[in-house]
């Protein structure tokens, strides 16, 4: 039988319970102090009246003083303490005042005054309410900085959230500009078959990229066969120049990696591989373990770095007339998303050969995704070995 996790819930979850929670610790326990005392002087069992009258007259002096000092701990801190400093001194009078009259109720025949009963309980009650009136700043202030923490914490995972959607749907203009180029002219050509499947394919791919979450992760298999929409639009362009092939070890097909990570790396090897070359070049996708780390390689058989523009490679940035001009996606997307996602538990190298060739290595921890509890897992579909 599945048990149930438990979850236990923060003290502080519902301020306004724990606060009646600390009131009635707070107060029982200074009762239960009064009661012992006077057990161990061998006083009468009535005397428990006097504690029990006194207990609850703290009590309800200090509901009055959290009012306010709910109203000025919002305020300056000069406002704060001086308004304290005056307000607790007669708080504390009032509730030795009290305490005085009942142990002069309770002992009329004393002999003595009133003024000597009111001195003798104000230290008592002095100390009580002194202490009371700490706890109560120190746990407020305890918690204004714990909430401040928090809402940093929430601004910077908003910021970092916001960083890594920014990136990841930088989408190339350009990849989109030739889709529909392509299209437009399969159309113009009558060609209504090649125009239509080409068409659905990048509606599945830009569907794709709406619907995902931008800081979703998915498993291997899921952007493999993502990646396959995209490829699928490009050799419909390039034809038998662009040449594929995967080789996706089955031990990593749950392993889970950032949305969209590798359409990029295949789009930067079409855009200086295959491209330049009447030839074209052929793709490869790898995926192994190594260890503890998902190792990803996407290599091509291009000219590599050999070429005037293997540092617009290295950097995502292509020039039109001498001026610079950003693709809009490129490496160093990659290794951004790859740093906010993973920090340093992460490898991104570039390997180039003069005589041709390019290959990137990625790194990153290897995890799966964790199932529910009876949920079973789906039934893995099958990957293609060669493109």
């Known amino acids: ?43 009468p069992a009535s005397i428990l009246v006097l504690a ?47 305490d005085a009259w009942v142990i002069g109720l309770y002992r009329p025949d004393s002999g003595t005054s009133f003024a000597q009963l009111l001195i003798g309980v104000f230290y008592l009650d002095l100390t009580l309410l002194g202490a009371w009136a700490a706890l109560y700043y120190a746990i407020n202030f305890y918690l204004q900085i714990e909430e401040q ?19 990841r749907y930088q989408l190339n203009p350009h990849f989109l500009f030739n889709t529909l180029n392509s299209i437009s002219t399969l159309v113009l050509l009558k060609q209504t078959e090649p125009a239509n499947a080409m068409l659905s394919r990048l509606s599945s791919f830009l569907r794709y990229t709406l619907i995902n979450e931008p800081t979703g992760r998915v498993t291997v298999a899921q952007e493999v066969e993502t990646l396959k929409l995209y490829l699928g639009i490009e050799l419909m362009r390039f034809e038998e120049r662009l040449r594929t092939s995967f080789r996706i070890d089955p031990a990593t097909e749950d392993a889970l990696l950032p949305s969209l990570l590798l359409q990029p790396l295949v789009e930067n090897a079409i855009k200086y591989a295959v491209s330049p070359q009447e030839s074209g070049a052929e793709i490869t996708i790898t ?23 293997s540092d617009n490679r290295l950097s ?6 001498g001026e610079p001009v950003s693709t809009g996606v490129g490496l160093a997307n990659i290794r951004d998303r790859l740093a906010q996602a993973y920090g340093e538990e992460h490898r991104f190298d570039t390997v180039g050969a003069p005589e041709g060739g390019f290959a990137v290595i990625i790194e990153i921890p290897y995890e799966r995704r964790e199932l529910s509890a009876g949920a079973l897992p789906s039934p893995a ?6 493109g």
């Open 287 to 309: 995926t192994q373990l190594v260890g503890p780390n998902l190792r990803i390689t996407v290599s091509d058989t291009g000219p590599g770095l050999q070429t005037d523009a």
């Open 381 to 386: 579909r099958p990957l293609a070995t060669a």
């Open 316 to 321: 995502g940035v292509s020039f039109d007339g």
């Open 149 to 167: 923490n928090d809402q940093l914490i929430r601004l910077e995972n908003q910021a970092t959230s916001a960083q890594l959607a920014m990136l």
């Open 1 to 43: 039988m599945a048990v149930l996790p438990f979850r236990p819930t923060p003290f502080f979850a519902n301020k306004n319970k724990a606060f009646w929670r600390l009131q009635g610790v707070g107060w029982g326990g200074a009762l239960l102090l009064r009661a012992l005392s006077n057990f161990a002087n061998a006083q």
């Open 52 to 98: 029990l009258i006194s207990s609850i007259t703290g009590f309800s002096i200090s509901l009055i003083l959290s009012v306010a000092f709910r109203q000025l701990i919002a305020r300056r801190a000069l406002v704060t303490w001086l308004v304290t400093v005056l307000l607790l001194p007669l708080a504390v009078g009032l509730y030795a005042f009290i």
